[in-house]
């Protein structure tokens, strides 16, 4: 890797220059919102773009817009053999800060540069900036040409992408800076699942019950309201599920029942308690008339309290490429006249989405199923040039072992074939990704660009 020193030693003399354009984006809270006129995914999120296409054209790249929701910015005029995909969007500041979100705080004794969108995605995608200047401004020669792709959409549905992939061609290699090191070349697909049914028989004995917050995590909290059960024969059964706390009160000659687990995100339920199968199975032994009774049965049985890999709905899966299937009940709705479940199942490359989807509507009807999402595992090949490319400028880099990885959840280029994503947050560093206090450290930040340059002339060197 001939340039490693020369480029090193420009980005080094340029740190404080990056660290102010880093500094301009994060003070930009680039949360979606309503759209507007040239604002696609709100006010702010345009203003980010915007500001990153600037400092691009005051660079010298050539620069376009895509709808102004996405825009890119070309080294010359070669036609691009690499794409570098990163995002200016972000999920709320939310609570729990001691620094300001929206002002790019350093921390000396740590090394970490605190403010929403350090890690995700913000400083990576300035990283691939400063990579693409500093081979510019080297003059350092290239046989083919680089795109830099910025998105406004990657946190809520990457429309952005969708819309780049229907107007312009991909470069043939695609990486992303928004996942983890060494390099993930796997993902395992998804089906986010709305199950549902009505009731009409009138001897429902659950009023109430609603669990969860969001469809891709393990619920701490479910409660129900219920009418002709007793406390005590609530109690008998309470002691079958020990990780979850129980609250039990009684108003107007009903039972309110709440349940409280532990969270975790679905791609790792493991991790979690989760309150509503808990809270299902305890009231499918206590509720026993209409067809409530018999709904909460069929749902105790396939969804028993502790299974996280849809063994009892039969479709567990598991291979050695991309590990097991896993499978979170996670949000539930039910009145006295109608239920609706959702679930989140991560499911590995040895498994088609349609073929889990048909099990579970055999098993559950005539319960109604249906596909809120439903992609196919991601995988590129990592004993391809490219993969193996990156994987050996991160040991030339970090001396650390380069391997491939493969995640339950999704990035960037989870549609894209043959992308992969190339950090940017480092093993065993939790960086506080979408919660308080988010950060990265600036070691880290200059090695991103260290390697975003390395891998541009590795990959499209002369």
């Known amino acids: 890797m001939q340039y490693q020193d020369i480029i090193h030693e420009y980005l080094q003399e340029h740190q404080q220059e990056m660290l102010a354009v880093l500094e301009k984006l994060i003070s930009i809270p680039s949360v979606m919102a309503d759209p507007a006129k ?41 036609t691009p053999k690499l794409g570098i995909l990163s995002h200016l969007d972000v999920v709320p500041a939310g609570e729990g800060w001691t620094h300001e979100p929206y002002c790019l705080t350093y921390e000396p004794e740590s090394d970490k540069l ?14 691939s900036l400063f990579a693409m200047k500093a081979i510019k401004d ?45 390099v993930i070349n796997i993902e395992k697909g998804m089906i986010r699942l709305r199950i549902s049914a009505k009731f009409t028989d009138d001897k429902s004995q659950i009023l109430l019950l609603q669990a969860g917050e969001v469809i891709n995590a393990v619920p701490v909290k479910a409660t129900a309201i219920v009418k002709n059960i007793s ?39 493991e991790q979690g308690h989760n309150a509503l199968t808990a809270l299902i199975n305890l009231l499918a032994k206590v509720v026993h008339t209409g067809e409530q009774a018999e709904c909460m049965k069929k749902l105790a049985f396939y969804y028993p309290y502790g299974e996280i890999n849809g063994e009892s709905l039969g479709i567990s899966a598991s291979d050695e490429i ?66 193996q490319t990156l994987l050996k400028i991160y040991e030339h880099v970090t001396g650390l072992k380069g391997e491939c990885l493969a995640i339950g959840g999704g990035t960037y280029v989870h549609h894209i074939e043959g992308g992969v994503a ?3 947050t480092f093993p065993e560093i939790d960086v ?15 090695l991103d660009a260290e390697m975003m340059a390395l891998a541009i002339t590795e990959l499209c060197g002369a």
């Open 38 to 78: 040239h604002a696609p995914f709100g006010i702010e999120l345009a203003r980010a773009l915007q500001e990153m296409m600037k400092i691009c054209q005051d660079y010298g790249f050539q620069t376009e817009m895509i709808q102004d929701c996405v825009g890119s910015a070309d080294l010359d005029n070669k």
């Open 322 to 387: 991309s590990g097991k299937l896993t499978l979170v009940c996670s949000l539930m709705r039910m009145s006295e006249t109608d239920i609706e479940v959702y679930n989140d199942i991560r499911f590995p490359i040895c498994c088609k989405g349609k073929n889990i989807i048909k099990i579970i509507q055999d098993k559950l009807a005539p319960m109604k199923c249906e596909a809120v999402i439903c992609d196919e595992p991601h995988h590129t090949d990592e004993n391809s040039e490219f993969v």
């Open 114 to 127: 605190y403010g929403r969108g350090t890690s995700d995605d913000k400083a990576p995608a300035v990283a």
């Open 231 to 269: 406390e005590k024969e609530i109690l008998k059964f309470t002691k079958l599920f020990p990780e979850i706390k129980f609250i039990i009160s009684e108003k107007n000659k009903t039972l309110r029942i709440i349940a409280q687990g532990k969270s975790a995100h679905a791609s790792t339920p």
């Open 422 to 424: 190339f950090g940017a």
């Open 138 to 182: 080297l003059k350092i020669p290239l046989k083919h040409g680089v795109r830099l792709i910025f998105g406004t959409n990657e946190e809520n549905g990457s429309e952005d992408l969708a819309c780049y992939m229907q107007n312009r061609t991909l470069p043939p290699m695609v990486f992303t800076p928004d996942g983890d090191y060494p």
């Open 432 to 446: 506080h990704m979408h919660g308080a206090d988010e950060f990265i450290k600036l070691e880290h930040f200059m």
